[in-house]
């Protein structure tokens, strides 16, 4: 769609080479098609072109651009509606390095897995006895008595009138307290 500066507004859609091509393009300022390339090596890159209004009638995108005012405020302004999309098509180095990511991944995957340890192998150590887990083991919560609010004046009287050892004679209470020493 055309906006107010005559902008068509594309969503594109690159692999890991094009986005290479395209910098190299950036830091160089030059790019020869066909690419002029020391192998002489010709990179072709095939796209197609999909309407993202009718491909997909949920989904619809505003291009937007972040730029900064001469205040040094961030402002965002909207480019147009998005309503075609490129997508450039993978190339064989595209699915050679997909491939060896996978590789990588699986060995490091392999590298944090469980190691089976062979009888009689490197990894012999020493030997684990396993407990029996207990019978029945009952998970109920024992229940908690109930306790009143303690008043210090019942307290010292049940003290001097229960207590048994205060009933005694001086005698047997300081054999008692050197029998418990």
């Known amino acids: 769609r055309l906006g107010q500066d005559n902008i068509t507004v594309l969503h594109v859609k690159l692999t890991e080479t094009a986005i290479r091509a395209l910098e190299t393009y950036q830091s160089h300022k030059l790019m020869k098609i066909p690419k002029n390339d020391p192998f002489n090596e010709v990179q072709n890159f095939n796209f197609y072109l999909s309407n993202v209004g009718r491909d997909n009638p949920q989904g619809s995108f505003d291009c937007i651009q972040q730029t900064l005012s001469s205040s040094g405020a961030s402002q965002l302004n909207c480019l147009g509606f998005i309503q075609d999309k490129i997508t450039v098509c993978a190339t064989n180095d595209s699915y050679q390095m997909t491939r060896e990511r996978m590789t990588q991944a699986e060995e490091e995957s392999r590298n944090r897995s469980t190691k089976v ?62 029998a418990l020493k």
């Open 117 to 178: 340890i062979k009888p009689g192998g490197p990894y012999v150590g020493k030997r684990v006895q396993i407990r029996k887990a207990p019978q029945a083991i009952s998970d109920t919560v024992p229940e908690r008595k109930r306790s009143t609010p303690m008043n210090p004046a019942n307290t010292i009287r049940k003290m001097h009138s229960g207590n048994s050892v205060s009933q005694r004679p001086y005698r047997d209470r300081v054999i008692h307290l050197l």
